[in-house]
C-alpha cells in the first residue's frame, strides 16, 4: 500500500557520515576551579565530534580544537548526530547563539608524486543561493522586500531577488510568476545580508533550511529549502 511504502523510505540522508555541523545555541560558563571554561551547547545537525577534532566557527572564520566534550552535565568520549552536546576548546573564540561551529578536514592533492594537504573547513559561507520556497502568509512574497530569515539560531535579513517560477500542484509543471500566494510553491533566488554557511537541504535538513519572517507582521511567511546552486 502506498502507507507501507512511505513508512519503508529513508527519512533523510544519512547525516551520521556527514562531516560535523552543529549550530551554537547556548553558551555557559564551567567553573573549574583556577581554570574557568566556556561550553558552547547545541545539537549537531550531521556528523559527529571528539576530543581532539579540528573545528571552524562561522561567521568569524577562526579554528580551534576541541579539548572537551560534555553531556548531561558530565564529559563523555562523543557525540552523534541528533545529540545535545557542550564543546570545550583549546583557546577563547568570541562564540556566541546563533554561531556554527563545522568540521575541518584535510583536502589532500598530489603534487609531484607528493600528498600535501591543508586543514579546510566543510562549509563555505555564502550571501546569495537559490531554494525552494513554500509560502504560507497572506502576504504574497514579493521579489525586492525584505525579509527576516532563521537559519539554525540566527537570525538574518534577507530580500528575494528573483522568482524563477511557481510549481502548478495540479500539473506539477513550473509556470511563470512574479510573486507566490499563500499555498504557493516555487523556486526563488534570495541574497542575504550576512553570509551564513549552507548546505543543500537535500544533504542535511537542519544546514539546508531557514524560515521567513514578515519584519512588520512579525508572522512566519515562508519556508526556504536550499538547493544546490551557491552565488
Not at 553558551?27 to 545537525?45: I, M, T, Y
Request: proline share 6%.
Amino acid at each position: 500500500t502506498l502507507l507501507q511504502l512511505l513508512e519503508s523510505l529513508p527519512a533523510a540522508a544519512d547525516e551520521a557520515a556527514a562531516p560535523l555541523a552543529m549550530p551554537v545555541q547556548y553558551v555557559a560558563r564551567l567553573d573549574d576551579g583556577a581554570n574557568p571554561q566556556r561550553v558552547f551547547w547545541g545539537r549537531l545537525a550531521s556528523g559527529g565530534v571528539e576530543r581532539g577534532d579540528r573545528i571552524q566557527v562561522f561567521p568569524s572564520g577562526e579554528q580551534a580544537t576541541v579539548t572537551a566534550v560534555r553531556r548531561a552535565g558530565r564529559e563523555v568520549g562523543s557525540a552523534g548526530v541528533g545529540e545535545s552536546a557542550g564543546l570545550v576548546l583549546d583557546r577563547p573564540l568570541d562564540i556566541s547563539r546563533g554561531d556554527w561551529i563545522v568540521a575541518v578536514v584535510a583536502v589532500v592533492a598530489v603534487v609531484a608524486d607528493v600528498a600535501v594537504g591543508e586543514p579546510q573547513a566543510v562549509a563555505r559561507p555564502t550571501t546569495e543561493f537559490s531554494a525552494t520556497l513554500s509560502w504560507l502568509d497572506t502576504e504574497p512574497a514579493q521579489v525586492g522586500r525584505k525579509y527576516w530569515v532563521r537559519h539554525g539560531h540566527r537570525w538574518v535579513q534577507a530580500r528575494i531577488t528573483a522568482i524563477e517560477h511557481r510549481l502548478d500542484i495540479q500539473t506539477l509543471r513550473a509556470t511563470d510568476a512574479k510573486e507566490l500566494a499563500v499555498n504557493d510553491i516555487g523556486r526563488v533566488r534570495v541574497a542575504l545580508q550576512q553570509p551564513l554557511p549552507l548546505t543543500p537541504y537535500r544533504d542535511n535538513r537542519v544546514g539546508g533550511a531557514l524560515i521567513v519572517v514578515d519584519p512588520v507582521s512579525h508572522r512566519t511567511s515562508g519556508a526556504l529549502l536550499v538547493e544546490g546552486e551557491f552565488l
